[in-house]
């Protein structure tokens, strides 16, 4: 009997997800891969064609992860590891943004992954073991100004998967949230909407561009090892931070917030609650 787990990886055809695909198959592992073109995964499926099943879906539709969770786990006969990636970017600033480009943002950054999370449940509670990583955002601690909905997507899925993870760790199912630092994913070419922009906010736009710079990040792939070896951990850690400069970056964010708290502490306790 084979000892590889199958991996259920979402926005696998690119970025941070299709070098989690390639980390796997090239451990020995099964991995069914997801995305809305999975043309870029030819290679791959070439590569392991026992080991790798692509899947087109759009994660927006409730229906068809669904649909696609139940092919997953009859692919290899169960799931073992399931990677909540697949997400876009919304970048513009709160008043620009049209309901439609909200909505389609939430849709798949955080309903999507909620999708996911509702179909893999019953896989996962009926084999009594499993382990959802939950791909978030070091940022999704605090807005930041023109990435203010991809924030906000990222934050509501830390909220809803600190529940969830107390929820089903009495089935054996393990939930960590990874926030990502910043990598050279194409997150901000091939997988972002762009608001129409005013030019109220062109001077903000100039000091936040002088500020992030051209440095895209580290490839995906260096972060492939530490999925890898969370994936294994048998007391994996809720939260975790993947980055060494992300890690330090929020630290600063949580002790400013501290710092804000203690400045004001009198003001708080005025009120009773």
């Known amino acids: 009997m084979s000892s590889a787990r199958t991996w259920f990886i979402t926005g696998a055809s690119r970025g941070l997800g299709r070098a989690f695909t390639e980390a796997a198959l090239s451990a020995g592992e099964h991995v069914v891969a997801a995305a809305r073109n999975v043309e870029p995964l030819v290679e791959l499926a070439e590569k392991y064609p026992d080991d790798l099943v692509r ?11 669904f649909e696609a969770v139940e092919r997953a786990s009859s692919a290899f006969g169960r799931l073992d590891v399931v990677v909540n990636n697949a997400g876009g970017l919304l970048y513009g600033m709160v008043e620009e943004a049209t309901e439609e480009q909200i909505r389609d943002h939430l849709d798949v950054n955080f309903f999507g992954a909620v999708w996911v999370a509702q179909a893999v449940i019953p896989c996962l509670r009926a ?13 999704s601690g605090g807005g930041m100004a023109s990435v203010g909905f991809y924030g906000a997507g990222k934050a509501a899925l830390d909220s809803v998967s600190e529940a969830l993870a107390m929820e089903v760790e009495q089935f054996g199912i393990k939930v960590t949230i990874v926030q990502m630092g910043g990598y050279a994913t194409g997150l901000f070419t091939a997988g972002t909407t762009t608001t129409a922009p005013d030019p109220a906010y062109e001077g903000l736009r100039s000091q936040l561009a002088e500020m992030w710079g051209e440095d895209a990040g580290p490839d995906p792939s260096t972060v492939a090892p530490v999925i890898m070896e969370l994936a294994g951990l048998p007391d994996p850690p809720r939260r975790l931070i993947a980055g060494s400069r992300s890690f330090d970056l929020v630290q600063e964010m949580d002790q400013a917030r501290v710092e804000e708290y203690r400045t004001w502490e009198p003001l708080s306790r005025m009120a009773l609650g």
């Open 127 to 139: 084999q009594g073991s499993g382990r959802i990583l939950q791909v978030t955002s070091m940022g």
């Open 55 to 65: 899947l087109a879906l759009d994660v927006s539709d409730r229906g068809a992860v």
